[in-house]
């Protein structure tokens, strides 16, 4: 029983690390490219700028509550491995009662953008309830987690600069117009956003990013011998 708790936590904490991996820089993403993102792939027909812009600003909330999301599709399996489905099923109506109630607030002072934030602040909220109520049952080391996740907000920050900067430096020297312009202003500062926020990861050495280089250099090197 002990090895299987050992086990449980361990896998908990590189969940949680994996996740916030994953979703705090896809979050910068959305709301830092919302708008030439959802420009490029909807604005067409008669889905014109208005429309692009207030898609961009219900995807701006909505990314908000990204990591609460992550968390709140992983997090159960937990509270079924403990066979604590029943915790589960009042949790779960408490948030659903939430959400409701904050939607209905919310749309009504601040219309459909206020239901995307009243979605994120019920993933966040539903998240850190099961968050909480696991360290019950798990074992969570707050301050490694903490670390982790303070040091992947700073490589995510200097994406954002970079991604943000590249991307309006792109369109200052564009002359031209068209899908391919504005495809190649979303991905170059993607790619050089992301080799910023790799290198970051790995000079202060978040271990989640560093076991993830080291599995792709695995399929890489395996490849490249097999061929």
Same mark, same amino acid.
């Given at each position: 029983v002990r090895e299987d708790h050992e086990r449980i936590s361990y896998l908990f904490h590189n969940l949680i690390k994996?996740?916030?991996?994953?979703?705090?820089?896809?979050?910068?993403?959305?709301i830092a490219l919302g708008l030439p993102i959802v420009h490029l792939v909807f604005e067409r027909?008669?889905?014109?700028?208005?429309?692009?812009g207030m898609?961009?600003?219900?995807?701006?909330?909505?990314?908000?509550?990204?990591?609460g999301q992550a968390c709140v599709s992983s997090l159960p399996r937990f509270y079924q491995a403990f066979k604590r489905n029943d915790l589960l099923l009042r949790i779960g109506g408490f948030v659903i009662i939430f959400?409701? !109630?904050?939607? =209905?607030?919310? +749309?009504?002072?601040?219309g459909f953008v206020g239901i995307a934030g009243a979605a994120s602040a019920t993933a966040l909220l539903h998240s850190a309830i099961l968050f909480s109520k696991l360290r019950t049952y798990i074992k969570i080391k707050h301050r490694d987690l903490a670390q982790t996740i303070l040091k992947i907000s700073?490589?995510?920050?200097?994406?954002?600069?970079i991604l943000v900067m590249s991307h309006r430096w792109l369109r200052g020297i564009s002359?031209? !117009?068209?899908? =391919?312009?504005? +495809?190649?202003e979303i991905i170059f500062p993607l790619l050089l956003g992301?080799?910023?926020?790799?290198?970051?990861?790995?000079?202060?050495?978040?271990?989640?990013?560093?076991?993830?280089?080291?599995?792709m250099r695995k399929i890489v090197f395996a490849r490249g011998g097999a061929a």
């Amino acid at each position: 029983v002990r090895e299987d708790h050992e086990r449980i936590s361990y896998l908990f904490h590189n969940l949680i690390k994996g996740l916030a991996a994953v979703a705090l820089p896809a979050t910068v993403v959305f709301i830092a490219l919302g708008l030439p993102i959802v420009h490029l792939v909807f604005e067409r027909g008669s889905f014109d700028a208005n429309s692009t812009g207030m898609t961009s600003q219900a995807l701006t909330y909505y990314a908000i509550g990204l990591s609460g999301q992550a968390c709140v599709s992983s997090l159960p399996r937990f509270y079924q491995a403990f066979k604590r489905n029943d915790l589960l099923l009042r949790i779960g109506g408490f948030v659903i009662i939430f959400n409701v !109630s904050m939607m =209905l607030l919310l +749309s009504h002072f601040f219309g459909f953008v206020g239901i995307a934030g009243a979605a994120s602040a019920t993933a966040l909220l539903h998240s850190a309830i099961l968050f909480s109520k696991l360290r019950t049952y798990i074992k969570i080391k707050h301050r490694d987690l903490a670390q982790t996740i303070l040091k992947i907000s700073i490589a995510s920050l200097a994406f954002c600069g970079i991604l943000v900067m590249s991307h309006r430096w792109l369109r200052g020297i564009s002359s031209t !117009s068209g899908i =391919l312009q504005e +495809s190649v202003e979303i991905i170059f500062p993607l790619l050089l956003g992301g080799a910023a926020y790799i290198l970051g990861c790995r000079a202060m050495r978040v271990d989640v990013v560093m076991t993830f280089i080291g599995w792709m250099r695995k399929i890489v090197f395996a490849r490249g011998g097999a061929a």
